[in-house]
T-cell receptor, first 112, second 115 residues
Framework: GDSVTQMEGPVTLSEEAFLTINCTYT??????LFWYVQYPGEGLQLLLK?????DKGSNKGFEATYRKETTSFHLEKGSVQVSDSAVYFC???????????FGSGTRLLVRP | NAGVTQTPKFRVLKTGQSMTLLCAQD?????MYWYRQDPGMGLRLIHY???????AKGEVPDGYNVSRLKKQNFLLGLESAAPSQTSVYFC??????????????FGPGTRLTVL
C-alpha cells in the first residue's frame, strides 16, 4: 500500500541555518503530495503542496519539489527562524483515495 | 469563515464514562475525518465520512463510533472510555479533487484524559 517515510527528529538548528527535512513515498500512479506544520498546542495547517511531477510548492520561504524519479518531496528553507519551531508532516493523497497518508512527523527546534 | 471547529477543547473522563466529541465545518466539504494523536506518534485515522449519512472505519476504529447526520457535522462517540483512549483528537475536512482527497483542514483539537 501507499506509504510515506520522513526523517526522524528532532532536528535542532541555529537561527538563519539552512533546513532540509527528507520525505520519500511509495505509491502507485501519481499521488498529490503535501507538507503540513503543527505548532505547539495547535492543529495541523497546510504548508505547501504539489499535485504533479516537477511541481514546486512554496509558502513562507519553504519549498518542496515533487520528484517522481526519486519518489521524494523534501522540504527546504534557506534561513530558519525561531518561529519555525514546530512538527512537520509529509503526506500523500493517492489515486482514487479518500484518505491522506501521513509520515510520522519531524520535530524542528530552532535556537536563537 | 470559522473553518473547522471542535467541541469541547478539553475533557476529563473516568473509565467507563461516555462522551461525544463534536466537529463542525462551514466550508461545505464532502469529506470529514477523525484522527487521534498520541505523544511521540503521528496521526492515526479513527473513522471518516465521504458524505452525509455515510461513515467508514480507519486504522484504529475500536472503541469509537461516529455519525454524520448533517453534512457540516461529524460526531465521534466513546461509549465506555478507557485509559488507552487518552489522546488529542483532531477533526478534519476536505473536498474531492480529481477523484481523490485534496487539502485537509484541521480543527484545533480536543485533549481528552481518561482516568
Amino acid at each position: 500500500g501507499d506509504s510515506v517515510t520522513q526523517m526522524e527528529g528532532p532536528v535542532t538548528l541555529s537561527e538563519e541555518a539552512f533546513l532540509t527535512i527528507n520525505c520519500t513515498y511509495t505509491a502507485t500512479g501519481y499521488p498529490s503530495l503535501f507538507w503540513y506544520v503543527q505548532y505547539p498546542g495547535e492543529g495541523l495547517q497546510l504548508l505547501l503542496k504539489a499535485t504533479k511531477a516537477d511541481d514546486k510548492g512554496s509558502n513562507k520561504g519553504f519549498e518542496a519539489t515533487y520528484r517522481k524519479e526519486t519518489t521524494s518531496f523534501h522540504l527546504e528553507k534557506g534561513s530558519v527562524q525561531v518561529s519555525d519551531s514546530a512538527v512537520y508532516f509529509c503526506a500523500l493523497s493517492g489515486d482514487s483515495s479518500y484518505k491522506l497518508i501521513f509520515g510520522s512527523g519531524t520535530r524542528l527546534l530552532v535556537r536563537p | 469563515n470559522a473553518g473547522v471547529t471542535q467541541t469541547p477543547k478539553f475533557r476529563v473522563l473516568k473509565t467507563g464514562q461516555s462522551m461525544t466529541l463534536l466537529c463542525a465545518q462551514d466550508m461545505n466539504h464532502e469529506y470529514m475525518y477523525w484522527y487521534r494523536q498520541d505523544p511521540g506518534m503521528g496521526l492515526r485515522l479513527i473513522h471518516y465520512s465521504v458524505g452525509e449519512g455515510t461513515t467508514a472505519k480507519g486504522e484504529v476504529p475500536d472503541g469509537y463510533n461516529v455519525s454524520r447526520l448533517k453534512k457540516q457535522n461529524f460526531l465521534l462517540g466513546l461509549e465506555s472510555a478507557a485509559p488507552s483512549q487518552t489522546s488529542v483528537y483532531f477533526c478534519a475536512s476536505s473536498i474531492q479533487a480529481g477523484g481523490r482527497t485534496d487539502t485537509q483542514y484541521f480543527g484545533p483539537g480536543t485533549r481528552l484524559t481518561v482516568l
